[in-house]
């Protein structure tokens, strides 16, 4: 008999092992379909000539149908996945099913039906017979176990299921198909190709590609930090050095962190590969997906574009990897597998002795480390193309200027130049960390506020479907009128997308105004859109969150307004100041990228914060010299490796019980390990405290030895079965 070692795509930590029937052909990389419990489960064989020694036969169930005649996976990616799974202290399974998400999912069933042979009907008492009653006035004497379990409410469908077959009345059937496609696989819309002569490389430009090409030319494992002012022709240095891959044999992953990005950036790589270029990201349709899926597979591209599930490529010979604007924490992914795209870029770069780019003019504290200290090479582009000048900042102090704005949060000193620029027929873009139209709804008299009965959170008013939403829950309900506690009416105060876009058409009616936010934007086919009516000059004023702060180049904005910086600046996370510091620099980078110099107004209440005094004077390199002393001094990374622990539960003290036990298990993980320079945070009330119903309570655990940690946090977890507790390494926010 053989054996094979299976990830089960569900949520069990260990590999397990299955018989391989003979009349089963089963190949590593292939999925197949085996019993786990009483369901049949999709899994990825990992290894298929497992041998017996040290296996008991007897509680090995078999495999139960081959589902790919074909690997659908590689070694290659089989190794980092393992890797993955191991590092971020994620199930196999869960971490395969994410990487393989193109692909169609596996329908799974489960019939019970009666045996002929069966006597002892009359025996039968309470829920065994009238489930019994149930399958013998069935057609076939069978039944989806589905169906009967919602037919009858049988909660415990599953144990009277496995009685009875104990008993010999029935048994169960297994059966699986791949999902039927609702649609054929097509290729998705990715832009056209820009059409533009050949760039001349400035000196810095031909400096960084020279080195990059080298490391390529080599065939050894070797990071970059490209470290490069908005608007120094990063891009076009990842364009040169992909040509160079692409002539050597070797295939490019270029990662970018928004969709909203991806059509800027295709459009310019398509320039160069033509069609030999695919784009994968979640915005894509299911059979859109799948079709990239297969193009990069079957080697019909050398070039993927996409958000952070693109480190996944199904590439048999990556020798580049392209990580553009690597600080961004969409990179870090919030679910299970909570892995960080950009990290797993740096190691497949490594498995394969690749180059990988990490690009940024503000990249992580983490990486601008890495390379000060050479684990990574940095490379800087200290100049804007052609010469242009940064654009000239101002910071309006808005304690002392609010009186005389326009409106309350709009004041005179940001409206002015963009007043200027619209009428010169250029463009602006206001920026705002908030979405909706007030971020808060308020009681003046009592002082209360309206908040979400799930997650303990400012409700936040949107006036487009007159609602009050919360982000964290999605939940959304009619807005209030009068205060519940004294039935005083209530204020609606603060400032989101929406209420900008409302009070600027008031001031510029006969102006294109364009909201890009959440709220807005849907499916793959609005982001080129927009992208398009930017480029063509048909928005004059792009108002928007985060989505708009990074990456793109519009020659034609000359001016960026800043509002709201300071709801990021006071976020109780020791990466705030950060933050705020990347954000200003990227979104004031958005403008002065053409012939004409730009202008950025950043309105704030905190005007000598760190981050926003070293943006105001361009001192990037000092305002990273000095958090790094800072996060030397707090034991902090890059000095130190973070893992979180969020114990949630329904009952605030379930909750603080899970925090209690979970931190004397840590406690004892140390003292029995004998492990030293381990740092325990808490128990203590997460900063968001309740999210989607259930209480949070957060410990962190430091140490500089990613390995104890890691060792920590598994053993600690075995001591907390069935517990609701979420491992977060890395944490991209400690909220």
């Known amino acids: ?39 049949l489960t999709t899994g990825i064989v990992i290894d298929a000539n497992l041998k017996n020694a040290g296996i008991d036969t007897n509680r090995i169930k078999s495999i139960e149908r081959v589902v790919d ?105 297994f059966s699986a198909k791949v999902k039927e496609k609702r649609q054929p696989s097509k290729a998705p819309d990715s ?25 390529i030319d080599a065939k050894k494992f070797a990071p970059f930090l490209v ?130 780019i990490l690009g940024s003019a503000t990249p992580s504290a983490e990486s601008y480390h890495n390379a000060v200290i050479g684990k990574y090479e940095m490379i800087k582009l200290e100049k804007r193309v052609h010469g242009r000048p940064m654009p000239d900042i101002k910071v309006v102090d808005m304690k002392a200027d609010w009186q005389h704005g326009q409106e309350l949060f709009l004041s005179d000193l940001l409206m002015d130049p963009m007043k200027e620029t619209l009428k010169a027929g250029e463009q602006s873009i206001l920026f705002m960390n908030r979405r909706g139209f007030s971020s808060f709804i308020f009681c003046k008299k009592c002082g209360h506020i309206e908040k979400c009965d799930n997650c303990d959170i400012p409700l936040v008013f949107h006036k487009e479907g007159n609602d009050m939403r919360c982000h964290y829950c999605d939940l959304s309900i009619k807005p209030s009128v009068y205060c519940p506690k004294c039935k005083n009416k209530l204020s609606f105060s603060g400032t989101g997308t929406q209420k900008i876009e409302e009070v600027i058409t008031k001031f510029f009616p006969d102006k294109r105004i364009k909201r890009v936010d959440m709220d807005t934007m849907g499916g793959k086919n609005e982001y080129f859109e927009v992208y398009r009516q930017i480029k063509e000059k048909e928005i004059d004023i792009l108002i928007g969150t985060q989505m708009i702060a990074k990456g793109f180049d519009f020659p034609e904005v000359t001016f960026v307004g800043v509002v709201g910086i300071d709801s990021v600046l006071n976020l109780p996370d020791f990466r705030a100041e950060e933050r705020v510091f990347q954000l200003l620099t990227q979104v004031a980078g958005r403008t002065g990228r053409g012939d004409k110099n730009g202008i950025v107004a950043i309105q704030t209440y905190n005007p ?81 405290s309740r999210i989607r119903n259930k209480y949070r309570i957060s410990i962190l655990i430091k140490g500089k030895s990613r390995n104890d940690l890691n060792f920590i946090a598994r053993e600690a977890r075995k001591k907390l079965k069935g517990a609701d507790v979420t491992i977060i390494v890395d944490p991209a926010s400690t909220l």
């Open 1 to 39: 008999m053989k054996y094979a070692s299976v990830a089960v795509f569900s949520v069990i930590d260990a590999l397990l092992t299955y018989a391989v029937p003979e009349n089963l052909s089963v190949v590593k990389g292939c999925r197949i379909m085996v019993p786990l419990g009483q369901k």
């Open 69 to 173: 005649e074909q690997p659908v996976i590689s070694d290659e990616l089989i190794k980092l996945g393992l890797w993955l799974a191991q590092y971020y202290i994620s199930p196999p399974g869960i971490v395969f099913s994410a990487m393989l998400a193109a692909l169609l999912k596996v329908k799974s069933k489960k019939m019970i039906r009666l045996r002929a042979d069966f006597t002892g009907a009359a025996k039968l008492e309470g829920n065994e017979k009238l489930l019994y009653d149930f399958l013998y006035k069935r057609r076939g004497k069978k039944a989806d176990i589905r169906d009967a379990q919602s037919i009858l409410n049988l909660k415990n469908i599953y144990k009277i299921t496995e009685s009875l077959e104990e008993k010999g009345a029935l048994r169960s059937e």
């Open 191 to 215: 832009g056209a190709a820009e059409i533009e002569t050949h760039k001349e490389l400035t000196a810095e430009q031909k400096h960084a590609l020279s080195k990059i090409n080298s490391a």
């Open 227 to 356: 470290f490069g002012v908005t608007g120094s022709g990063k891009t076009e240095v990842y364009i040169k050095a992909a040509e160079h891959a692409v002539k050597q044999g070797k295939k490019v992953i270029v990662l970018v962190p928004e969709i909203f990005l991806t059509p800027q950036i295709m459009e310019r790589f398509k320039r160069a590969f033509g069609e030999r270029v695919a784009v994968y990201h979640s915005g894509l349709e299911e059979g859109e997906r799948l079709h990239e899926w297969l193009k990069i597979k079957n080697n019909g591209a050398d070039v993927v574009v996409g958000t952070r599930s693109s480190v996944f490529a199904p590439f048999d010979n990556t020798g580049l990897l392209i990580v553009d604007e690597e600080f961004d924490s969409s990179y870090k992914q919030e679910s299970e597998p909570r892995y960080n795209g950009r990290d797993v870029a740096v190691y497949r770069a490594k498995m394969n002795n690749a180059v990988v």
């Open 608 to 688: 000598d914060a760190v981050g926003i005094k070293y943006v105001k004077k361009y001192e990037i390199e000092k305002f990273y010299q000095e958090q790094l002393s800072i996060r030397k001094d707090m034991n902090y990374p890059p000095y130190t490796g973070i893992i979180q622990f969020i114990c949630k539960d329904e009952d605030h003290d379930k909750a603080e019980k899970t925090g209690d036990k979970l931190r004397a298990a840590i406690d004892e993980a140390i003292e029995i390990n004998k492990i030293s320079g381990i740092e325990v945070l808490g128990p203590c009330d997460a900063p968001l």
